[in-house]
């Protein structure tokens, strides 16, 4: 418990030291210290927790009940507030603000609220989240210490605000540690908008037009899914022939009882998550700097989102409901997947392969088997380490070349060999065998051919575009322009430990993963279904082999005798300068450009992207039918 | 059991790319034949390997061999799972390794000729894709095996339930043996609109490499299709022979087509055909 009250408290203290402190030096050593005791304590409570079965702590207090009464209140006030800027388009906000306050006010005031038993709890699941938010999240913030410090170098049109940035990101660890340990689903939901708070106020740290509409945007659909949650409260207190607002009682109550409000709990979880139709606030969160979008919009935040169906997963197993939520995951899978394609701006590309992936977690905790709970879980640890490393090498390398265009990035292994190497790594990571979102994938496609044919097929066809736009990225990288030349400008020390820190685990994680598997999710899978599946040893001694000759490979490389001969590029025979241009059919040297193919006339946003919102909306709509009735 | 498995693999190893290079020399004289001509002799392949290694190698850069050669293990090292009877999901990811290490050789030369061919190359990857996934989880539910060896003893027919998944395969097969009119990627013959496409800037023991990788990818290729007959080896063999003329012969009466159809067609025959044929097997062979 001493660990769980420090892992939600403790941040507050750097939060509001950093509110105030501007003087870089002093910022610096606050965060290291700070992240570093956040590593050692969500390190210990791993080590005291994991593997057992789950825990439970009772807190019995009048004064903090009205704390959390009070925070609820003071945050929709603040809210409220905020809806000074909002255009007439976006007038549904207040309005769901309101509503959600109102429920909450009712509930609280009505005096029906079950009575919570345990308030607080540690299972095996909550301890991987804990430790994705305790590591993952604190290296984004030694990294944002170089990047916001850069940023205004960059940006000076732009309002300096770090203080309040530094505020709002100790705010948000704060609240995403109460999200996965609480067991009080009222306090949950506190925590829950807050991270809605946070995304909010990041997305419009730039101030700009653009940033203010999608964070409103992100704001509303957000709390469109609250108002899910809301729901699910309120039924659960009035409705429910079970009622309680204790998450794991909710949990064990079984379909027949707790479908309902576990569908209303999803339904937040997917616009959290920014699946289908709620995917275009977390295309439009790009607009942030880029370490809230590694923090918050794709290594942990979204993750609250999946965390939770994840958790709803034994309620879902083997319903329709289940199946069709498990549908808009796979449809949001597929169609984001082909999207991604379409797109040349790399933070947008890993926006909707977020999105896709998370879409991909939630096919699996939809339907709820045992075997596909176990592949969510891993990608959801893969994904965080994976892309949380994109998202900080795009920054950095958008500071040194002064594009996140992928285009832009042509030779960067020659331009910036470090960026290059760890950006092939967050690549690698993300789809190539025997890397952690490959083994994740496999352990998908196994998984839903047993639960659900037509998923797998979903899976099947998502799977192939994604190698396509991931490897042409590659591509870019390593392509070896003749014009290209090394660029002396060093990498920031904090982002470059920041980015070491992930590449080296995102490749350890393979080797590892057996020992994840055995030590972290497999107590979990077992402590609910009473059953688990282990790895078959000659498929893990194959992709021992495999990461073996991907690592050594290169390595022989390095005494390899160089006996060819160097010769230009061929150019049709009209190379003028090496490979660098050529003469044109009318005697003008020209330059040689390379680029990818986009095929948005196949793949593009204006094609797809209102055929998959439609297909969402008709799935989400038909499980809350099926629901229902 | 794993001295079987390791004698398995060593003769993999060994014999699977001469029994490539053979089925290269076999391609050829056919391709002749159907043309009119006599053809080359059968050992033609080896020889000009052979030849190429002899060769003084040129390149742009010196990465591109580095990737030519991870091309060439990787394809080795599918064919071994294939054929020590691993995971079938595992293989397909394999040879996708392979072929991107390849695509990155082929990136690395900064070269319009070979990168375009290298765009086309992961289309034609994103193509066949689906169909060969689809194929191993059609495999697996009438076997409840991912393993190659168990799907080759489970003792009945795959290809009497799987027809539409087994026409999928042969459809997206003529992408993988590059053949027309599927061969966007690369071309047999020079002074094309892609010169030589994805092998451009290859020259020397690096283009031998790739030779010597697609021999036994072909054989690796032939062996998922005996998958379907494994019943019955003799009419397997037969089989699997027939499929490989059959792709020769389409090779020679087609002209190559654009990768917009190339990407619709086989997600259309694939999404017609293989799915159809998985959603009919788990609705009616529980």
Partial sequence: MNQISFLILFPLVPALLLAVISNQTFRNVIVWVSSLSLIFVSISLATAHLGGSPEFFSVESPILEKLFFGGEILLSLYLLWRCKGITKKESYIPVLIILQAGIGIFLELSGKLPKVENAFYVDNLSIIMALIIGIIGTIICIYALGYMKEYHEHHTEIKNNTRGFFFIFFLFLSAMFGVVLCNNLVWLFFFWEVTTLCSFWMIGYSKTEEAKRNSYRALGLNLLGGLGFSLALFYLTFLSKAPTIELDKLIHAGSLLALIPACLICFAGLAKSAQMPFSSWLLGAMVAPTPVSALLHSSTMVKAGVFIIIKMAPVLQHTTAGLLLAGVGGVTFLMTSLLAVSQSNAKRVLAYSTIANLGLIVTCAGVGTYEAVWAAILLVIFHALAKGLLFLTVGTVEHKIGSRDIEDMGSLIIVKPFLGIVMLIGIAGMFLAPFGMLISKWACLKALIDASPILAILLAYGSAPTLFFWSKWMGKILSVSSKAKALDSPVDSNEAIALSSLAIPTILTCLLFPLIASVAIEPYISSIYGQTISLSQGNLTIMTIMLGLIILVPLGFIFYPRKQKHVFGYLSGANVSGSASFLGAMGVVKDVANRNYYLSSAFGEAKLTIPSVFLGIALITGMFVVVLL | ?286
């Fill in chain 2, 1 to 286: 059991m794993t001295m079987t498995k390791i004698a398995l693999a060593l003769s993999y190893v060994i014999v699977g790319g001469v029994l490539g290079g053979f089925l290269a020399g076999f391609d050829r004289i056919l391709t002749a034949r159907m043309q009119g001509r006599k053809g080359p002799p059968l050992m033609q392949p080896f020889f000009d390997v052979l030849k190429l290694m002899e060769k003084r190698t040129v390149v742009v850069n010196n990465h591109q061999t580095f990737y030519v050669a991870c091309f060439l293990i990787f394809i080795v090292l599918t064919g071994t799972l294939f054929f020590v009877g691993g995971d079938l999901l595992l293989t397909i990811f394999a040879l996708t390794v392979a072929g991107i290490f390849l695509v990155l050789g082929a990136f690395s030369s900064n070269s319009p000729f070979s990168i375009i061919g290298a765009e086309r190359e992961l289309l034609q990857m994103m193509a066949y894709e689906p169909a060969l996934l689809i194929a191993a989880l059609g495999m697996y539910w009438i076997t409840k095996s991912f393993h190659v060896s168990d799907i080759v003893s489970y003792g009945h027919p795959l290809i009497a339930v799987l027809p539409g998944i087994f026409i999928s395969v042969l459809f997206i097969l003529t992408i993988k043996l590059r053949k027309s009119p599927f061969d966007l990627s690369t071309s047999h013959h020079g002074h094309q609109e892609l010169v030589k496409g994805l092998t451009t800037e290859f020259s020397g023991s690096s283009l031998a490499m790739i030779e010597v990788a697609h021999w036994y990818e072909n054989i690796m290729l032939m062996g998922f299709v005996y998958l379907f007959f494994a019943s019955t080896p003799i009419i397997g063999i037969a089989a699997t022979i027939l499929v490989y003329i059959l792709e020769v012969l389409v090779d020679n009466i087609y002209a190559r087509l654009t990768w917009q159809f190339t990407i619709a067609s086989s997600w259309i025959v694939t999404g017609a055909l293989a799915v159809t044929n998985l959603m009919a097997i788990t609705l009616f062979l529980k």
